[in-house]
């Protein structure tokens, strides 16, 4: 798992006790494999107060997710208020220095939105006012979780350790970041890896490891059979704490009389001591009932992938083909594999975008879809 974690949070407080503006951040993940971080102010107080400048942020894990760039910016908030973008809004990306940030969090973007008018936008609705998002790429890793933790720019009622974090007026005077809320502090579990494949003949079975536990209390294995409505169906206990290697495993044996040419999705919601928790990216089997099963990792892909074949022994001379076509039906790659076994195939000459995968075997076809990205 990897977080985000922001210096923004409907919990941090810029500015004086005197009508302090306050800034929130929700995140998006409905846009596989992309995360998207909106930005917005409100004036709780409903005083009128003008932005005209404001810096940001972002703490993230570089091994789960990388920022898209700064020509991914969406800054139509600050627009539609009246803000004029040019070249004296700076975004840089940097390694992550904070001594209050969790040494998970390896990487830091900073953003900082100036009104090139001078006069910036005058805030008074109670309500969040959309400011900007920016786009996180989840491709190496996991989905951006909505728990994050606020206290990188100071301790709690505490001096200020990061003064680059500020708002200005119409005045260019600054206010400083005040925290209330949560000081900093590490997700409890961190996944190292999770597979799922096909297990004797009914049964599918789940290996995971972590690479750190903090606090970790446990995890729920949760199945869906249309990756939108979940279900629980066991309970792992984690070691709880932990700076090396754990593997764990759980088998579903609740398959067998469900199978019938069905994907069955899996997940893993990762749960504290405290209650707080984290959800795992979503692994699949698909279940067919001529005794094939078939799972296609990873998806989404950059450059490979393998494809994990499992039939029935009385299939065992027959031979396998994978076609990998364009949705137009234009073969992009053929390749024999393994109908008993994990095939390994290269994808570099394959063009990004949707590819639907057929496996020919036994005069009957299975369709599989991939997405490619660069």
């Keep these: 798992i990897f977080t985000l974690l922001s210096c923004l949070f409907s919990s941090l407080l810029f500015g004086q006790m005197t009508g302090s503006l306050v800034f929130s951040y929700e995140v ?6 992309m995360s998207l971080i909106s930005v917005y102010v409100s004036s709780p107080t409903g005083t009128p107060q003008t932005l005209t400048s404001y810096g940001v942020k972002f703490y993230f894990d570089d091994v789960e997710t990388t920022y898209t760039g700064s020509a991914n910016n969406d800054y139509s908030g600050l627009i539609g208020l009246g803000f004029s973008i040019g070249s004296l809004t700076t975004v840089s990306e940097s390694v992550a220095a904070n001594p209050l940030v969790p040494t998970i969090h390896s990487k830091v973007v900073e953003i900082a939105p100036l009104d090139e008018n001078g006069t910036g936008a005058i805030i008074s609705s109670t309500t969040p006012i959309f400011l900007m998002s920016i786009k996180f790429d989840n491709s190496v890793g996991t989905p951006i979780g909505g728990d994050s933790y606020a206290g990188a720019s100071g301790s709690l009622n505490g001096p200020v350790t990061d003064p680059s974090i500020v708002y200005t007026d119409e005045n260019f005077e600054s206010f400083y970041m005040n925290i209330s809320g949560n000081r900093a502090k590490a997700l409890p579990i961190k996944l190292n890896s999770f597979t799922a494949v096909k297990f004797e003949e009914n049964s599918g079975k789940l290996d995971w490891s972590s690479s750190s536990e903090i606090n970790g209390s446990h995890f729920e294995i949760e199945r869906s059979t249309d990756n939108s409505s979940w279900e629980k169906i066991g309970v792992v206990k984690a070691v709880g704490e932990s700076t090396k290697r754990i593997d764990y495993e759980y088998v579903d044996r609740n398959v067998g009389a469900l199978r019938s040419n069905t994907t069955f999705y899996y997940r893993l919601k990762m749960v504290d001591n405290d209650n707080s928790f984290e959800y795992s990216a979503v692994r699949s089997i698909t279940f067919f009932a001529v005794g094939v099963a078939i799972n296609v990792f990873p998806n989404p892909t950059t450059d490979r992938v393998s494809i994990n074949m499992s039939t029935e022994s009385s299939f065992i001379d027959e031979d396998a083909t994978a ?18 076994g994990i095939t390994e195939i290269d994808m570099n000459d394959v063009p990004s975008g949707l590819i639907l995968l057929q496996i020919e075997f036994n005069n009957k076809i299975y369709t599989e879809k991939i997405i490619k990205i660069d």
């Design 28 to 33: 998006d993940n409905s846009m596989s494999p």
């Design 323 to 340: 076609i990998f076509r364009a949705t137009d039906g234009k073969i992009l790659l053929k390749n024999k594999i393994s109908h008993n």
